[in-house]
């Protein structure tokens, strides 16, 4: 897997190039940014560089068997640590009762493997490389058994830490490392990725790449027809509640929080819109908006709908999506929620 396989973060792949070249890598990196940015990708660049069989400028070759084993994830001097649930080779031999009980976190047995592998001679290649993919969801005994591998190396070994939460790992663990963050695409480049991968139209590409906040990952595997069924779903429920009694206004609140994710999708699409509207009242280029698709619904804004107004609904939305993360009642955080925007 050579580095031109990836999409964006020149200068960090830049700087892993450049430590290659030199024999200067740190001896252990955290990679973080947004999920589906790149950061795994850059990973498996960096073990391949540094075990293929015919290496380059641009790193590994990406045809040798040492390049196609670590992109396939089975060298054996490249070992990748994940949650149980996110490791798909791991849930493929798990019956279904058995993944449902897949752990969440990295646990410390799989730490102490790792490290014991570490300890031992590379068998096929010239280092071994540890990745901790998700490297946040090591609870606290596992960071504090890792890190005495940080403060003591192996000498032939190169440790990789992958995260979107770097703030979640000990500061100790955090220090030790040498820290490259992966900054969301542009959404230019991404839409172009986006329509030359999956065949769509300039404005669905356009639409993924903005609600995908700058991850290639997420764009791609985003529906963008369930998405834009969503945005109808939400402007039809906005225009409904100006019609109804409050006793009627409860009852749909009661039943839109029995599901409380999808209640906080119903907020976050409500933020987006009202950011739409101040964009587009600031700059009137609907090509700077979330949902292009949607330009009607945010320039035909009658004159009661100003600025003010649009500010106290950002705020009231904003407040709902805190609420809801504070494990307030759903249905408390609904009803007052519909309650105020058919008031107005």
Not at 134 to 141: I, L, P, V
Not at 154 to 177: N, W, Y
Not at 195 to 224: H, Q, T
Request: proline share 4%; with cysteine; net charge negative.
């Amino acid at each position: 897997m050579p580095f031109s396989s990836i999409i964006g973060h020149d200068r960090q792949i830049d700087i892993l190039k450049r430590a290659l070249a030199n024999n200067a890598l740190a001896h252990a990196y955290l990679f973080s940014g947004e999920q589906g940015i790149g950061k795994r990708l850059t990973a498996y660049a960096l073990a391949a560089a540094l075990n293929c069989e015919a290496p380059g400028d641009g790193g590994g070759c990406g045809v040798c068997p040492a390049c196609r084993k670590v992109s396939g994830g089975i060298h054996p001097d490249v070992r990748i640590v994940m949650p149980e649930s996110r490791d798909e080779q791991l849930l493929a031999t798990l019956s279904s009762k058995e993944a449902e009980k897949a752990s969440d976190e990295i646990k410390i047995d799989q730490i102490r493997r790792a490290q014991d592998s570490l300890s031992l001679k590379p068998s096929e290649g010239r280092k071994k490389v540890l990745i901790v993919d998700g490297a946040d969801t090591m609870n606290e005994a596992s960071q504090n058994a890792f890190l005495k591998t940080l403060e003591e190396p192996p000498g032939d070994s190169l440790i990789i830490l992958i995260t979107a939460m770097p703030q979640s790992l000990l500061p100790t663990i955090r220090s030790r490392c040498q820290a490259l963050a992966f900054q969301p695409l542009p959404r230019q480049i991404l839409a172009g990725v986006i329509r030359e991968k999956r065949g769509l139209s300039e404005d669905d590409a356009w639409f993924a790449a903005a609600l995908s906040r700058g991850s290639i990952g997420r764009a791609l595997a985003m529906d963008v027809q369930e998405e834009k069924a969503e945005r109808a779903r939400f402007v039809a429920l906005c225009e409904g509640l100006a019609g109804m009694r409050d006793d009627e206004i409860l009852a749909l609140a009661d039943g839109i929080a029995r599901d409380r994710d999808g209640f906080g999708r119903i907020i976050d699409i409500g933020i987006e819109r009202l950011r739409d509207r101040l964009v587009f009242q600031e700059t009137a280029d609907d090509r700077l908006l979330v949902f292009a698709g949607d330009v009607e619904g945010v320039e035909g804004v009658p004159p009661r709908f100003a600025r003010e107004r649009v500010l106290r609904d950002m705020e009231l939305f904003i407040q709902c999506r805190t609420l809801l993360e504070r494990r307030v009642s759903a249905l408390l955080v609904a009803e007052n929620l519909f309650l105020k925007l058919a008031r107005t």
